[in-house]
């Protein structure tokens, strides 16, 4: 079975620093999906950033990259230029890749709740 | 498109109470899910389905129950409620692929917030 964990309850960050939130994760699968979430306070979850497990090139979008080493489990994200929007939890998520019909269920970390500071 | 839509927003039930919490989706996703996500927890899937007329159980399914009789529709029933089912729970959807490896991100509603008291 797949495990996700988030060792980093609580974060804080001042505007524009930035912060790097932890994740690692436990598998014996080879080919599978990894996911930030982002849940503000208006509960809505919102995916932030997809790396695929075949890729060796860390994804970014804009000021969100993640370092992805596949070795060690490990799937940090890192805010840049941190803005007061940022403040909300974050979720780490892991989805086996399926094929042909399968399901595409995620299994979610604990959470890391942000502060961003003015 | 409004997305995955929840009804309602809030409840709060006595216990043994039942009720059935809404999902509807408007993308044409054959993957359907409902998640509950507990204070200082992360989501964890309660059912899903991959197609009208077929569900599954998820990690925790007990005191639940799912139905899919149409692709846009996938409601969850609590049958007895218990003060353990207090949660938010969320439901999600997707396209999936059945020609090959794409695993789309879920679509999330804006969540069910319900008390059992």
């Known amino acids: 079975a797949q495990t996700v964990t988030q060792s980093q309850p609580e974060m804080s960050v001042q505007e524009a620093e930035t912060v790097t939130l932890s994740c690692t994760y436990d598998?014996?699968?080879?080919?599978?999906?990894l996911f930030w979430y982002k849940q503000p306070p208006s509960r809505q979850m919102i995916l932030v950033i997809r790396q695929e497990a075949y890729k060796q090139q860390n994804a970014t979008e804009n000021r969100f990259s993640v370092n992805f080493q596949k070795a060690a489990k490990s799937f940090s994200l890192k805010i840049s230029d941190s803005q007061l929007g940022d403040t909300a939890m974050y979720f780490c998520?892991?989805?086996?890749?399926?094929?042909?019909?399968?399901?595409?269920?995620?299994?979610f970390g604990t959470g890391t709740l942000l502060a961003v500071q003015p | 498109n409004a997305g995955v839509t929840q009804t309602p927003k809030f409840r709060i039930l006595k216990i043994g109470q039942s009720m059935t919490l809404q999902c509807t989706q408007d993308m044409n996703h054959n993957y359907m899910y409902w998640y509950r996500q507990d204070p200082g927890m992360g989501l964890k899937l309660i059912y899903y389905?991959?197609?009208?007329?077929?569900?599954d159980k998820g990690e925790v399914p007990n005191g639940y129950n799912v139905s899919r009789s149409t692709t846009e529709d996938f409601p969850l029933r609590l049958e007895l409620a218990a003060p353990s089912q207090t949660s938010v729970y969320f439901c999600?959807?997707?396209?999936?692929?059945?020609?090959?490896?794409?695993?789309?991100?879920?679509?999330f509603g804006n969540g069910t917030r319900l008390t059992v008291t």
């Open positions: 999600a959807s997707s396209s999936g692929n059945n020609l090959g490896w794409d695993n789309s991100p879920l679509h």
């Open positions: 598998t014996s699968e080879s080919n599978y999906y």
């Open positions: 998520a892991f989805m086996k890749q399926t094929y042909g019909g399968a399901t595409n269920k995620l299994i």
């Open positions: 389905s991959v197609g009208a007329g077929i569900t």
